[in-house]
């Protein structure tokens, strides 16, 4: 049983992993601030106004328009024949289920996080409230200043001990949990970012989540200060813990990866010095024009020269006594900027570009002499290499986050639903799903036991919508492939030879095509050595045969 105790031990744990990713939680609120070009909070006073350029955030974006043009696409594999079926209403309806999460804009807002702190976590858990109390999955983006994991582990799942934190308000737990005394206010439990508004937490409590391993099994807790307000292992009904695949339910997509530790860092990381070298430059730069555009003078006391009609602008007239001389009234020269200077700030630009990913062609940018559409697409696609493997490094996050959806299916959806699955074609069609098929399924007998498998499903990931500059690729090749007379029918022999030593999307459909073509080429050839003009020996017995009359009468 879960005790008051217990809880004071978990809270020390907790406390000892947040000391452990004390430096991580910094960097992100640092990381923030650079993204959202607030960096110079840090540089110098808050109260000063200074120049931030958006180099930085146009190699971010760029990268998230990336992902999100290959946004993921699941295809369920069964490992047996008796699961075809089922693999096949699972490829059907776990889009529905994404779909009613709406996980394109956490995966969306996943990538956001990703690009600027060099990690991202997913959630994927079980609401029993969800859909009228028959509950459903959930899959959430979760923030990593919330997540505390046992540090030095470089798998999370090695973790002895997983916390997710959350800020709520006192009220809506009072109203949950009636029995429970929680009197709220601010903890230190948690980071906080640097908000633009005024974020009070004086009304809320932090809730805690612990998952924790015990006995091969995966046990959860929820508390909130002193209080219990769940605990898988005080009731009997989840004896066999709470998750059945035994796995805490996080999932965390890095981007470049750190050893010794399951985060890694982010382009904000890689980037930060050259976005802030190219800022200094700026404000260097601005302070000289500002110098440039407001002359200064030199003036003697004797000078004979009206001071405050002088440094009035808008007198087209100023009083003077006497002549002016140079000598008492000469003006400050202001140094000239330097254009070293310049030049270094064009090479910070470019460093920052090139090491992000985000040079010229990637952004739709040619240099001279490259005119061809192909061409410009080849190096388009070229450049984006990089983002293709970042791309493919979240396809195996998204992966797991898929194996974690099923899971929860395959636990807890005994009743029956209703989805409407969206034909290829056009329209839709409903039906019907639980997990019969996928919990454990008789598998013969041997030495007079029973024996029972579990059905498994590999998953097949690709991006559901092909970008424009794949698509013009895809056409290129066709086109190639047609001027080559691939898809002529005397050539048929000697074009599935070529494709085999090929690798390119939709290969598939033109082999087909081509097999297609020639078996109605041969049909064709059939048919032409049937009607042809007949043998003299067949001319003379049809000479010889009288049709038939019929009798009359």
């Known amino acids: 049983m879960i005790k008051k105790e217990d809880i004071q031990e978990a809270l020390q744990i907790m406390r000892s992993y947040k000391q452990g990713k004390a430096n991580f939680e910094n960097r992100i609120v640092e990381d923030e601030l650079l993204w959202k070009r607030c960096h110079w909070q840090q540089m110098r006073a808050k109260n000063e106004k200074h120049p931030a350029s958006g180099w930085l955030f146009n190699s971010i974006i760029n990268k998230h328009a990336d992902a999100m043009d290959n946004y993921p696409e699941a295809i369920m594999m069964p490992r047996e024949e008796s699961d075809k079926e089922s693999a096949e209403l699972l490829s059907q309806v776990v889009p529905v289920i994404l779909e009613q999460n709406n996980f394109r804009k956490t995966y969306s807002d996943a990538w956001w996080y990703k690009l600027k702190h060099g990690v991202t976590a997913y959630g994927v858990f079980w609401n029993g409230q969800a859909d009228e109390g028959r509950g459903n999955v959930e899959v ?10 046992e540090p030095g582990i470089t798998d999370i799942q090695n973790s002895r001990n997983l916390f997710i934190c959350d800020l709520v308000a006192v009220d809506i737990l009072k109203e949950q949990y009636p029995n429970a005394k929680i009197s709220g206010g601010e903890r230190a439990e948690i980071k906080k970012y640097v908000y633009d508004d005024t974020f009070d937490t004086s009304d809320k409590a932090i809730v805690v989540d612990w998952y924790y391993k015990k006995g091969g099994k995966l046990h959860f807790c929820k508390f909130c200060e002193d209080n219990i307000l769940f605990a898988s292992e005080n009731k009997k009904e989840y004896s066999d813990g709470w998750y059945a695949d035994g796995l ?16 890694g860092f982010g382009i904000v990381s890689i980037c930060r010095d050259a976005q802030m070298s190219i800022d200094l430059i700026d404000d260097a730069a601005l302070e000289n024009l500002k110098w440039s555009s407001k002359p200064r003078y030199f003036t003697k006391s004797d000078a004979g020269v009206n001071n405050k009609e002088f440094m009035d602008l808008e007198n087209s007239l100023v009083e003077v006594e006497g002549n002016v001389d140079e000598e008492k009234l000469r003006q400050i020269k202001p140094p000239e ?9 064009a090479e910070k630009i470019n460093e920052l570009k090139e090491t992000s990913g985000n040079s010229d062609f990637v952004q739709g940018n040619t240099s001279k002499g490259v005119t061809s559409g192909a061409a410009i697409a080849t190096l388009q696609e070229a450049g984006n290499k990089l983002s293709r493997d970042t791309v493919n490094m979240s396809y195996d ?24 699955i969206t034909r290829p074609q056009g329209g839709y069609e409903f039906k019907s799903f639980n997990n019969e098929k996928m919990k454990l399924q008789p598998a013969g007998e041997a030495a007079g036991v029973e024996l029972f498998r579990k059905p498994i499903f590999d998953i097949v990931v690709h991006a559901q919508k092909k970008n424009p500059f794949s698509t013009l690729s895809q056409n290129e090749t066709a086109v190639n492939l047609f001027d080559r007379g691939f898809f002529k029918p005397e050539m048929a022999q000697e074009a599935l030879a070529a494709l085999k030593l090929m690798s390119f999307d939709g290969k598939e459909e033109v082999v087909k095509y081509i097999q297609d073509g020639m078996t109605l080429q041969n049909q064709l050839m059939e048919m032409q050595k049937q009607v042809q003009m007949p043998t003299d020996e067949n001319a003379v017995l049809r000479q010889n045969v009288r049709p038939m009359v019929a009798p009359t009468g």
């Open 248 to 263: 805490y339910p996080v999932v965390f997509d890095t981007l470049y990866p750190e050893d010794g530790t399951p985060i």
């Open 140 to 149: 959430k983006k979760l923030d990593m200043l919330n997540l505390f994991w």
């Open 337 to 345: 900027f330097s254009p070293i200077a310049l030049n270094f700030r």
């Open 397 to 420: 996050a998204f992966k797991s986050v898929m194996h974690m959806l099923i899971e929860r299916l395959r636990q807890f959806y005994d009743i029956k639903r209703t989805f409407r």
